[in-house]
């Protein structure tokens, strides 16, 4: 990926995107970054740190539903590429609050659109062919029973608030496609884990009551089944599909690591009893774990068939569940202040201090 870009990243302080945006700083030198986030309690500036403004990389608080800020980008970054991942995206917070996952996601990937749509009229700016990638979940595709996988020809069915509005912006992005022939790939990808991630999220949120000796919430009886895929391994299949993929396209992302959410809890409770020993009482931390009312419309099982990824795009995935288990624990070991800032809500100060509480482009260093 030697050719120059200049990439706009949404949601590059949120988990993926902050993992996505570390790949690509240290493997496209030549690529120009401009991370727009608005720094929702989500969002967080550690998550890149070390990583500093001036010509590979700028960051700019705000919304990607203000049509003027984004507008105010596309002209002055001269933005080719859009890598797509700003989106409220925990089902829990879509059952009970849902107009915050409408906006963001729908309004939101609508306005990116737009901005695409009028922006590159000239379908090659500069030599540089524009692209918009659009990242989505498997969640669009509903549930299933206990075989099968979903595909890219899956019919679409959510069953949350949260998945309807992906399901949605996925539309909408191929609506684009055909409609106006803008050039749009998407990515459907399985649940993702790793370094960096919102401690409200099922792994995180183990690992950290694990430490402090607190129940281990389990929704109903814990067989629900999720296909596990590292984010590093997420980040390099985009980055590929950025590379080699077909426009109007998409492309299901998996880590072929199907588990049951017990038996994911399980692992966890075991490697962290093997890294800092049992509790205090001295049992093992598998007699945390609280069976919990099952949450509204729990979808019984994810599978994705990444077939399609492999064939077209050369990639598939390297990291073991096994292996990414367990350097995901360790990570989180070794990174308890980074866990405090976001448990205290003090990572939430860094930007205020520097910017002001408001949506603003910062001076380029």
Known sequence: MDTARKVLVTGGCGFIGANFVRHLHR?????????????TYAGNLDNLQGIEEGNRYRFVKGDICNTALVEEIFVAEQI?????????????????????????NIIGTFTLLEAARRNWQDQHRGGTHPLFLHVSTDEVYGSLGETGYFRETT??????????????????????????????????????????????????????????????????DGKNIRDWLHVQDHCEAIAAVLEKGAIGASYNIGGNNEKENLEVVERICDIVDDRVGPLSSGEKRRSLITFVTDRLGHDRRYAIDA?????????????????????????????QQWVNTIIDGSYRGYYEKMYGNREILPPQR
């Open 27 to 39: 493997t496209c030198p030549r690529w120009r970054v401009v991370n727009l986030d608005t720094l």
């Open 155 to 220: 019919a679409y069915d959510p069953r949350s608030p949260y998945s309807a509005s992906k399901a949605s912006s996925d539309h909408l992005v191929n609506g684009y496609f055909h409609t106006y022939d803008l050039p749009v790939m998407i990515t459907n990808c399985s649940n993702n884990y790793g370094p960096y991630q919102f401690p409200e999220k099922l792994i995180p949120l183990i690992i950290h009551n694990c430490l402090q000796g607190r129940a281990l919430p389990v929704y109903g």
């Open 307 to 335: 077939g399609k990824i492999k064939e077209q795009v050369g990639w598939q995935p390297k990291i073991t569940f096994d292996e990414g288990i367990r350097k995901t624990v360790d990570w989180y070991l070794e990174h």
């Open 80 to 104: 080719d590429t859009v890598v797509h991942f700003a989106a409220e995206s925990h089902v829990d917070r879509s059952i009970t609050g849902p107009a915050e996952f409408i906006q963001t």
